[in-house]
């Protein structure tokens, strides 16, 4: 039996690494425990800001059993998107790095499905499903739970060989398998770069993030108007912000990635700030169409860019 699971662990880790996956872990499906209190006293406190989801399922986030009882295994995998290329260093609006190319979630997601297809190939069909921030399930504890990095003090995954400039995906599948051991160690140490550099300081102590004074969630999540006392909390930041991880040394090993589906547009790379400012919205859908920007509408972009 530990030779079958072997052999579809091994198989699983090369198809990952055959769709340009940057590392696969695999742990055992179960409740997190650890991350419980730290979720629930999160909401508690209000940090979740206007994204109400978050106060949804909170117990399917934090047991795949309860999303999925056939629930066996958990499988994540990371993908790089650090890009070869930036924005104009000549103007003021800033763009995330993970923006820059085709909405990740459909990248990745077929990504997913091809290596379920290809487990299925060699052992018939098989219970599971994909996940790339679409359901309540806690990406980053699973990849430490996968031994793929430590959450660090700006709440990201941060991986010792890559940094953290990539996605996270997810498998969930009713296969017993082969389980990679935890990271156990935060490598962050006395470090606070991402704290000391959050000009809101939305990094309430370490690996706490209160959402209503991040550059991320302001710029994306939060409708409506900004609220008056965020008159200048975007700092440049048009739609999400990269201040966090830009100074994390973890992440001078931060490669550019290979995937052609996450190269920018060249209108978008060296657009100044008068083309920004006069975007109209047929150009607007034109530049961002099938992208993570295209997902908040014209109406949020221009809202952040009058407020800038």
């Known amino acids: 039996m530990s030779d079958i699971k072997d052999k579809i662990s091994k198989l699983i880790k090369d198809s990952a690494k055959e769709y340009g996956f940057d590392a696969c872990g695999i742990a055992p499906a179960g409740h997190l425990g650890a991350e419980s209190s730290i979720l629930k006293d999160w909401l508690s406190k209000g940090y979740h800001a206007t994204m109400s989801y978050m106060n949804r ?13 056939w629930a066996r295994s ?7 998107y650090f890009p070869a290329e930036t924005q104009n260093p000549g103007t003021q609006y800033s763009f995330a790095k993970y923006a820059y190319g085709k909405d990740y979630h459909d990248v990745i997601k077929e990504k997913l499905r091809q290596i379920i297809f290809r487990v299925e190939e060699e052992i018939g069909e098989i219970s599971a499903r994909v996940f790339v921030d679409s359901a309540p399930v806690l990406e980053k504890a699973w990849a430490k739970k996968c031994g793929l990095g430590w959450i660090g003090k700006n709440g990201c995954l941060i991986n010792r060989d890559k940094g953290s400039f990539f996605f996270i995906g997810a498998i969930i599948t009713g296969l017993e398998l082969s389980y990679d051991e935890p990271e156990m160690k935060d490598y962050c140490g006395n470090c606070k770069r991402c704290m000391d550099a959050c000009p809101n300081q939305a990094i309430i102590s370490p690996g706490i993030i209160d959402a209503r004074k991040c550059i991320s969630y302001l710029s994306i999540e939060h409708k409506g108007e900004l609220p008056d006392e965020n008159e ?13 991880q830009d100074v994390c040394p973890w992440n001078r090993f931060s490669l550019p990635h290979n995937e052609a589906a996450f190269k920018p547009k060249k209108a978008f790379l060296y657009m100044d700030d008068l083309g920004w400012e006069r975007l109209d919205e047929d150009t607007f859908n034109e530049l961002f169409k099938g992208t993570a920007v295209e997902r908040t509408g014209y109406e949020r972009f221009k809202r952040n860019i009058d407020r800038l």
């Open 74 to 80: 958990v499988i994540i995998v990371l993908y790089n």
């Open 232 to 244: 200048n909390s975007l700092h440049g930041w048009v739609f999400g912000c990269d201040i966090c």
């Open 57 to 69: 399922n909170v117990e399917k986030r934090l047991n795949p059993f309860l999303l999925n009882d």
